[in-house]
C-alpha cells in the first residue's frame, strides 16, 4: 500500500507513468500500437487484409476423402438402416392419411384434454379444423408423421445417453462436450453428413431431428436424476431397494418433472428440425410447401402454411407442458376393469380403431371434401400488397437508413460506404480526420466516465465501424479477441480462442466468417440495447410483464423458419429481412434475462438503498442493474446462441456468409465444405460463450454473488 | 450379546472413523478403527485439510431402548446414524448387528438385512412423491416381492397405527408436515424392524406438533418395543424421550449416560452448557438418587422408580422421612429422604451462584 501512495505522489513528476499503469492496460496499449502499424501498412501489404492462400491447409479435401473412404465401406449400412426406419414412419403416415379427420381431431383433442383439459382441447380443435379448412391437412398429417417418428427415437437415444452419463463417469466425460459442441454447431450442418449416408428422402429429416432434437432429454435426465433429494434415495435404500429398483423405482420416478421439461423442449426441437429439412425436399409436408411457396414469392400461400407450422407448434408445446405441469397430478384409478383404470389410452385406442375400420368400408370418408376447402392466398396476396405499398415509405426509409448508417459500415467499413449520396460527404482524408477526432474525443469521455476498458471497447468498437468486418486486417482481430478472453479467462480460453480463429484462417473461412459475423454482432447489439430496455421496462411494470410474457413464450417455441416469412413479405430478400428476423428470435432471451435478474436482484439491497434517499431512477442504475449484470450477462449469451442459430436459418433468404456456405454444402452434398463451415459456426458460437460465460463469472465473483 | 452391566445388546458401534476427504483411507492402517492415540489422529485429520464427520465413535444400543444420539448441526449424528445402517461406509471401525460385523457383510446381504431387520424415518421425511400414502408405506414391501393384497393390507395395518386412516389415496404433497412424517413412520415399520433409526425425525416440524409427535412416538414404543436409536439436535427432546442419551460434538462423542446421569454429572462444561436451563425436578427420578434400603421406609407409600423429583417433592410434604423406592414388578429396590432430593436440587444452585 505504501508503495502505491508513493508512486502517486511521484506520477505528477512524470516519473513512473509505466509504474502506475495496470498490466492489463499495458497489454491493450501494445495491442493499440500493434492495431496502428497494421492499419497503417495494410495497403502496402494486402496479406494484413486476406489471409494469404500460401498458408491455407487443404482440409476440406482431406475430410471429403474421409468421408468417401467411409461412405465407400459403411454405405450399404446407413442405407439398410434408412430402409428400416422408413417402414415405421410409413406405417405412421399411413394411419394418419387414413384416419377419416373427424376421428383425427377427436384423438388429439382428447389428448389435449387429458393434458389441460377443456381449454386445450378447443384450441386444438380450432387449429386442426383451420389445417383442414384452409386445406393443407394431408402436410399436415405428413409432418405429424415425421415429429411422431423422430421424437420417441430422440427420446430413446437421449434417456439411454443421459442415463448412462449420469451411471457413469466415463460416459459423462463423453457425452458433456458432446452436448457442448451440439448445442452449437448450426442446424443445417446435421443434414450434410446424413445426407450422404442415409441418401435423400424423408428418412434423413428424421434420423437428422432425432440426433438435434435429443440434447434437452439428455440434460434433463442428467440434472433431474442427480437432483433427487438424498433422504428420497437414502429411504429408497433402507427400504431395501437394490441398484436396479432404486433406478427405476425411485430416482426415475422422482425425477419425471425435470425430465418432462426436457421432453417438451426435444418436441419444439424436433418439430423446428423437421420442418428445417423440408429443404432436402422429397416430402410433401408443411416445411416444404412453406419453402416452396416463399421462394416463388407466392406470399399469401407461404402466410397460409405458416399459420399453420405456428399452429402445430403451439399444439405440440402445450400439450406437452400441460402433461409436465400435471406430472404426479393424474393418478387414475388403481381400482375397476382396465376401462376404469385407463379411460384415456382405452378411448384413444378405440377412437383410432372406429376411425380406421370405418375408412376401410367405406373409402373416400377419410377425406375432406374438396369444395369446402377454402384457400383465400390470392385475397391475402391483395392485402400484402396493398400493405407494403401503403407503408412502402415508411418501412423502405428503416431499412434504408439501418442499412446505410449502421449494417453496410459494420461490414464493408465507413471509408467504403461514405458517399456523398447516402453519408452526404466523401471519405476523403480530412473526413477521416474529423472522424478519428470524434472517436478520440468520445474516447476520452467513456475513459473519464467508465475507466480505461469502455476507452477500449470505444476503440474497438469505431475501428470496426471505420474498416468494417471485412476490411479490418485479421491479426488485429485475432489479437482482440485472444487478448479479451485471456484477460477475461485467463490462458485457457484464450488459446481456445486463439485456434478456433487460426481454423476459420487456414481454412479459408475467414471472409465468410467476418460476415457472419458482422450480421450477428449488428443483430446481438440490437437486441441487447432493444431487449434489455424492455427487460428493464418489464421489471419495473407489472403490467409489461404480463404483456411481453406470453409473446416471449410464443417467439420462443416457434420453429426457426417461421420467423423469416413476415419479414420477407413486407422487407423482400436481403440482409434486413436476415437482421429482423435474427432479432425477433433472440431478443427473446434479453428481455427475460434481464427482467428476471433485475427481479431477484437482494431485496436487502434495494430496501438499504432506499433507505439511505436514493430516488428509484438511482435504485436502478446504481443498485439493481450492477448487482443484475451476472444475470444479463447469461442472458447476452443466450443471445448470441440465437443469433448463430438463427443466422443459418437466414441464409435461405441470401445472406451471404457461413450460413449460405453450410446452405451450399447441403444442396452440392460436399461434406468438407460443410464440415469447415458449420464448425467455425460452431467455433464462433463457442468462443463468444467460453468469453461470455467466465465474463459472467468473474463479475459473480466481484459481487460476491457465488456461493 | 451382552455388554458389561448384563444387558443384551443389539448393535455395537465400535471405534468408527468415517472421513471425508480425497485420501480418508490414508489415516488408518487397519480397518477396525482402534487407533493408539484418537485425539492425536482427529487433529492430524483436520490438519491435512479433510473433514473428521465421526471420530472414534463407540457405543452399545441395548434391546429395547430408546438410545438418543443429541448434538449441534454438523456435530456428525447423521454420518454416525448412516454408517450403523452403512448408508455411509465408515472409513474405519467396526458396526455389529446381533454379532455379526455388517461392515463385512455383502451388498445382498445387507439389502436383505435392510428389508428385514431396519426402519429409518428421515428428517425431511424422504417420501416418495410419485406414490400414494398407501404406496409409500406398502414401497418398502413391494421391493421384496410380497404380492399385492398382503402389502396392501399390512400397509393399512400400519397407517391406522400412526392415525392416518382415510388418507390412504392422497399423496405426500397434499399433506402437512407433520402427516407426511406420520407416512414416514409408518413405512418405516411397515416392515417389522427390530431396528428403528430416526434422524431429527421432528425436527422440520412446528413445537406444537413436535411435542404432540413426540407423545405419539412414546406411546408406539410402549407397544412395539422396539430397538430405536434416535437422532436430535433438541436437548430436551433427548431427556424427553431418551432411555440414554449419547452427546456428541465434532465428531466425537462427550458423554453417555442416563438422562439424570447427564443433567447430574456432566462430563464437561460443554454438557454443562446444555443443562443450565433444564428443569431438574422434572428430569431427575426416584432412581437416581435412592439409597439402599435400611427397612425404616414406609413401604405402604412406595413410589416408582421412575417418579420424577416434582412429585416426590409433593409426598414429603406430607411429613413422611423417608419413601421406598419398587421397580416394575413391584419390589422394594430402595429408599429416598429429603436430604437426597435437597441435596440434587443444591447441585443446581451452586451452579446458579457460580
Ligand atoms: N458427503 C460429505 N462430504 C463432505 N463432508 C460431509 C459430507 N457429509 C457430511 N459432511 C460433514 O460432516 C460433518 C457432520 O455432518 P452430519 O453428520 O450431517 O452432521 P449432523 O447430522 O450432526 O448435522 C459436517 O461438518 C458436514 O459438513
Ligand atoms: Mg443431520
Known amino acids: 500500500m505504501a508503495v502505491t501512495t508513493q508512486d502517486q505522489a511521484q506520477s505528477p513528476l512524470g516519473g513512473s507513468v509505466l509504474k502506475n499503469v495496470s498490466p492489463q492496460l499495458l497489454a491493450w496499449l501494445v495491442l493499440g500500437a500493434f492495431a496502428i502499424l497494421c492499419l497503417v501498412l495494410r495497403d502496402e501489404y494486402k496479406d494484413l487484409v486476406k489471409y494469404p492462400k500460401e498458408l491455407m491447409l487443404p482440409i476440406e479435401v482431406w475430410l471429403e476423402a474421409g468421408m468417401d473412404w467411409f461412405t465407400l465401406h459403411f454405405k450399404p449400412v446407413f442405407r439398410f438402416i434408412s430402409m428400416v426406419l422408413a417402414e415405421p414412419m410409413k406405417g405412421l403416415e399411413w394411419v394418419l392419411h387414413q384416419m377419416p379427420w373427424p376421428f383425427t381431431m377427436l384423438v388429439v383433442a382428447i389428448i389435449a384434454y387429458a393434458a389441460k383439459g377443456w381449454k386445450l382441447a378447443a384450441f386444438c380443435l380450432g387449429a386442426l379444423s383451420y389445417m383442414l379448412i384452409v386445406g393443407y391437412w394431408d402436410e399436415s398429417m405428413s409432418t405429424l408423421a415425421l415429429v411422431g417418428i423422430s421424437v420417441p427415437m430422440s427420446l430413446l437415444l437421449g434417456f439411454s445417453l443421459g442415463l448412462m452419463a449420469f451411471q457413469f463417469r466415463w460416459a459423462r466425460r463423453i457425452v458433456e462436450p458432446m452436448l457442448d459442441v451440439m448445442q452449437t454447431v448450426p442446424t443445417f450442418a446435421y443434414l450434410v453428413p446424413i445426407l450422404i449416408l442415409f441418401g435423400v428422402g424423408p428418412v434423413v429429416g428424421m434420423v437428422a431431428s432425432a440426433i438435434y432434437a435429443s440434447p434437452p432429454v439428455v440434460r434433463a435426465v442428467m440434472l433431474g436424476l442427480g437432483r433427487v433429494p438424498d433422504n428420497v434415495i437414502e429411504s429408497g435404500q433402507m427400504s431395501g431397494c437394490n441398484p436396479l429398483q432404486l433406478l427405476f423405482l425411485v430416482r426415475i420416478p422422482a425425477a419425471t418433472h425435470t425430465i418432462m421439461v426436457g421432453v417438451n423442449q426435444t418436441i419444439m426441437a424436433a418439430l423446428s428440425m423437421v420442418i428445417i429439412a423440408a429443404i432436402i425436399g422429397g416430402f410433401a409436408d408443411i416445411g416444404w410447401e412453406v419453402l416452396s411457396t416463399m421462394r416463388k414469392a407466392q406470399t399469401g400461400q407461404s402466410l397460409l402454411a405458416g399459420l399453420v407450422i405456428v399452429l402445430m407448434a403451439m399444439m405440440m408445446d402445450r400439450i406437452s407442458r400441460g402433461f409436465t405441469e400435471r406430472t404426479g397430478e393424474i393418478h387414475l384409478a388403481r381400482t375397476g376393469n382396465f376401462l376404469q383404470r385407463h379411460p384415456y389410452l382405452s378411448s384413444l385406442v378405440g377412437a383410432i380403431g372406429v376411425g380406421l375400420i370405418l375408412s376401410g368400408l367405406f373409402p373416400g370418408f377419410s377425406d375432406y371434401p374438396k369444395e369446402w376447402v377454402f384457400y383465400p392466398a390470392e385475397s391475402l396476396n391483395d392485402v400484402v400488397a396493398w400493405f407494403t405499398r401503403s407503408f412502402f415509405g415508411i418501412t423502405d426509409a428503416i431499412k434504408t437508413y439501418t442499412l446505410y448508417f449502421f449494417m ?109 459475423f458482422y450480421l450477428a454482432a449488428t443483430s446481438v447489439i440490437i437486441c441487447f440495447v432493444l431487449g434489455g430496455a424492455l427487460g428493464i421496462w418489464a421489471a419495473q411494470n407489472d403490467r409489461v410483464s404480463a404483456v411481453l410474457r406470453p409473446i416471449n413464450d410464443t417467439l420462443q417455441t416457434m420453429p426457426l423458419f417461421v420467423f423469416l416469412i413476415p419479414v420477407i413479405m413486407v422487407f423482400l430478400v436481403g440482409d434486413f429481412s436476415a437482421l429482423l428476423a435474427i432479432i425477433m428470435y433472440s431478443i427473446v432471451p434479453a428481455i427475460r434475462y434481464t427482467e428476471h435478474g433485475l427481479r431477484h436482484v437482494d431485496p436487502v439491497a434495494i430496501e438499504a438503498a432506499r433507505m439511505m434517499g436514493c430516488t428509484e431512477r438511482q435504485v436502478l442504475w446504481r443498485v439493481k442493474l450492477p448487482l443484475a449484470v451476472p444475470e444479463i450477462m447469461l442472458g447476452l449469451n443466450q443471445v448470441v446462441m440465437f443469433a448463430l442459430a438463427m443466422l443459418v436459418i437466414a441464409a435461405l433468404v441470401g445472406t451471404k456468409g457461413l450460413g449460405q456456405w453450410v446452405y451450399d454444402s447441403l444442396t452440392n452434398a460436399r461434406f468438407g465444405q460443410g464440415v469447415i463451415a458449420g464448425g467455425s459456426m460452431a467455433l464462433m458460437a463457442m468462443i463468444a460463450d467460453r468469453i461470455i460465460q467466465a465474463w459472467a463469472i468473474q463479475k459473480k465473483k466481484d459481487l460476491g454473488l457465488t456461493t | 450379546m451382552t455388554d458389561s452391566s448384563g444387558r443384551d445388546v443389539k448393535m455395537t458401534c465400535r471405534h468408527v472413523w468415517k472421513v471425508y476427504g480425497p485420501e480418508a483411507d490414508g489415516f488408518f492402517n487397519n480397518r477396525n478403527g482402534d487407533v493408539p492415540d484418537p485425539g492425536a489422529l482427529v487433529h492430524q485429520v483436520r490438519e491435512n485439510g479433510h473433514i473428521g464427520a465421526a471420530c472414534d465413535v463407540s457405543f452399545d444400543v441395548h434391546v429395547g431402548e430408546i438410545f438418543v444420539i443429541m448434538g449441534l448441526s454438523g456435530s456428525g449424528k447423521s454420518t454416525i446414524v448412516r ?272
Not at chain 1, 494 to 516: E, H, I, K
Not at chain 2, 185 to 214: G, K, Y
Not at chain 2, 225 to 238: G, M, S, W, Y
Not at chain 2, 271 to 280: A, S
Open chain 1, 408 to 516: 453496410l459500415p459494420m461490414k464493408a467499413g465507413l471509408e467504403r460506404i461514405a458517399r456523398p449520396g447516402s453519408w452526404g460527404f466523401d471519405m476523403t482524408t480530412m473526413a477521416a480526420a474529423i472522424y478519428w477526432g470524434v472517436v478520440v474525443a468520445i474516447g476520452a469521455g467513456a475513459v473519464r466516465f467508465w475507466g480505461w476498458r469502455a476507452g477500449v471497447v470505444t476503440g474497438l468498437l469505431s475501428i470496426l465501424f471505420f474498416y468494417g468486418s471485412t476490411g479490418t486486417p485479421w491479426p488485429i482481430f485475432v489479437a482482440a479477441v485472444s487478448l479479451i478472453a485471456y484477460q477475461v479467462g485467463g490462458w485457457r480460453v484464450a488459446l481456445f480462442s486463439f485456434l478456433g480463429m487460426g481454423f476459420m484462417l487456414v481454412t479459408g473461412a475467414w471472409p465468410r466468417a467476418m460476415l457472419s
Open chain 2, 83 to 354: 454408517c450403523l445402517s452403512r448408508l455411509v461406509e465408515p472409513t474405519a471401525g467396526e458396526v455389529i448387528l446381533d454379532g455379526e460385523d455388517l461392515l463385512k457383510v455383502s451388498k445382498e446381504k445387507l439389502i436383505d438385512i435392510r428389508r428385514h431387520k431396519m426402519g429409518m424415518v428421515f428428517q425431511n421425511f424422504g417420501l416418495l412423491p410419485h406414490l400414494s400414502v398407501l404406496e409409500n408405506v406398502a414401497f418398502p414391501l413391494q421391493v421384496q416381492g410380497l404380492d399385492k393384497a398382503q402389502r396392501m393390507a399390512r400397509a393399512m395395518e400400519m397407517i391406522e397405527l400412526v392415525g392416518l386412516s382415510g388418507r390412504e389415496t392422497s399423496y405426500p404433497r397434499q399433506l402437512s408436515g407433520g402427516q407426511q412424517q406420520r407416512v414416514g413412520i409408518a413405512r418405516s415399520l411397515a416392515v417389522e424392524p427390530e431396528l428403528w433409526f430416526l434422524d431429527e425425525p421432528f425436527s422440520a416440524l412446528d413445537p406444537l406438533i413436535r411435542r404432540q409427535m413426540q407423545d405419539e412416538f412414546l406411546r408406539l414404543q410402549q407397544l412395539l418395543h422396539k430397538t430405536i436409536v434416535f437422532i436430535t439436535h433438541d436437548f430436551l427432546e433427548a431427556l424427553r424421550l431418551a432411555d440414554r442419551i449419547a452427546i456428541m460434538k465434532d465428531g466425537q462423542i462427550v458423554q453417555i449416560g442416563t438422562p439424570a446421569e447427564v443433567v447430574m454429572k456432566p462430563a464437561n462444561d460443554y454438557v454443562e452448557e446444555f443443562t443450565q436451563d433444564v428443569p431438574r425436578v422434572k428430569v431427575i427420578t426416584a432412581g437416581d438418587i435412592m439409597s439402599a434400603a435400611t427397612g425404616d421406609a414406609d413401604a405402604t407409600v412406595a413410589v416408582s422408580a421412575t417418579t420424577t423429583l416434582e412429585r416426590l417433592m409433593t409426598r414429603f410434604g406430607e411429613g413422611l422421612s423417608a419413601i421406598a423406592v419398587k421397580n416394575e414388578s413391584g419390589n422394594i429396590v430402595g429408599q429416598v429422604t429429603p436430604q437426597a432430593v435437597l441435596s440434587a436440587l443444591a447441585n443446581e444452585h451452586d451452579e446458579e451462584n457460580s
